[in-house]
């Protein structure tokens, strides 16, 4: 069973450029998703209930491309990396292979991509 994480409007889930270690189920609630451009942050999605937030620094390892904040009282389910990775192991080769051919194409597209 996952850990649940409460958070009251505006609290950051994720900080830019931070490290990776989980990603999270919105259970409840709204989250902004914000980059930064210039000196300030710009809102470039929201996230809505059902939805993953930080899968794709969570699956590459690599560090986060973006803030995410509560833009209503909200409620995450935390997937830590331990937990995934032993999931993980039981899946064929073929799928660990897909999911990280799609998580590179969509960070070449985000690399092309001008806020």
């Known amino acids: 069973m996952a850990d649940i ?3 009251l409007k505006d609290d950051y889930l994720i900080r830019e450029k931070s490290e990776s270690t989980e990603m999270y189920y919105l259970k ?7 980059k930064i451009k210039g000196d300030q942050e710009v809102q470039i999605e929201t996230i809505y209930s059902g939805e993953i937030v930080g899968e794709m620094s969570f699956l590459d390892k690599n560090p986060r491309s973006a803030s995410v904040k509560a833009l209503t009282d909200a409620t995450v389910a935390v997937i830590p990396r331990e937990q995934f990775d032993s999931f993980m192991e039981s899946l064929p080769a073929w799928f660990k292979a897909l999911i990280n051919t799609l998580l590179q194409r969509l ?3 985000n690399a092309r ?3």
């Open 5 to 7: 994480k409460v958070l």
């Open 28 to 34: 409840d609630g709204t989250l902004g998703v914000y």
């Open 107 to 109: 960070r070449k597209a």
């Open 113 to 115: 991509i001008k806020i």
